[in-house]
């Protein structure tokens, strides 16, 4: 009996899932309050899965099942798919926008998943990490839709551009000081407002989480490309 706790990451992140899809048919019925809170647990499942099963050694025990898929499957769904569902019928995108950010999102973080472990064997990314989800930022802050309809076409691109990126928790998850944790860090500092207040907490927090998320678009590349940054890829939890 006790060989099957070692099973608990991938019912984590099945569990994930399952909250993917009850946040779809939550935004199905037009409340997107519920939604943002499904898919707010989806990524706290998504910071906590993978740590776990590489603790207590879970593809070890379990080789016939793999983590990484289940974790992509679940990535796609519900840290990309659900949301830009939600950003689109919320009205986040300018009128007309919506469904074609939307498929866009999809088909760009589809692509780059496909490629993550080619990725990791070479120490750095190419091509900006498909983090739409970074879009609940401008719905909690309710910005005018020009914002995050312009942020979606510049992620859509650099997602499938030739920009090496380091490696960092923006990719997979890290929990370790340095500069490749700070968006675990910062999501963990945000997710109980985040969660409870939604649109209603203090900005001060969304602008901050904004801010580290697009200098890691914007000026990582750069310390990467000078040599500040080293391209390797050394998670250890």
């Not at 935004?27 to 998504?46: F, N, Q, T």
């Not at 697009?214 to 990582?220: E, G, N």
Request: charge should be positive; aromatic fraction near 14%; include cysteine.
């Amino acid at each position: 009996m006790t060989k099957y706790l070692y099973y608990a990451p991938h019912i984590l992140t099945l569990t994930g899932l399952a909250l993917a899809a009850l946040g779809a048919l939550a935004v199905i019925r037009g409340d997107y309050g519920s939604a943002a809170r499904l898919s707010l647990l989806v990524l706290l499942i998504d910071h906590i899965d993978g740590t776990l099963a590489r603790k207590i050694k879970s593809k070890e025990k379990f080789p016939g099942t793999s983590g990484e898929v289940l974790d992509i499957i679940t990535d796609l769904v519900g840290l990309t798919f659900v949301p830009m569902l939600l950003f689109r019928d919320s009205g986040l995108f300018l009128p007309q926008m919506g469904t074609i950010l939307m498929v866009a999102a999809v088909v760009a973080a589809s692509w780059k998943y496909s490629r993550k472990e080619g990725f990791l064997k070479k120490g750095y990314s190419v091509g900006a990490p498909p983090v739409f989800f970074s879009l609940f930022l401008f719905y909690f802050l309710q910005l005018p839709p020009v914002y995050p309809t312009f942020y979606c076409i510049v992620l859509v691109i650099l997602v499938l551009s030739p920009v090496r990126y380091p490696i960092t928790s923006m990719v997979t998850t890290h929990w370790k000081p340095g500069y490749k944790s700070v968006s675990n860090y910062l999501t963990a500092i945000i997710f109980v407002p985040a969660f409870i207040m939604l649109e209603k907490a203090p900005p001060v927090i969304y602008g901050v989480m904004l801010a580290a998320v697009l200098v890691q678009l914007f000026i990582y590349p750069i310390l990467l490309g000078i040599g500040v940054f080293k391209p390797i890829f050394d998670r250890k939890y």
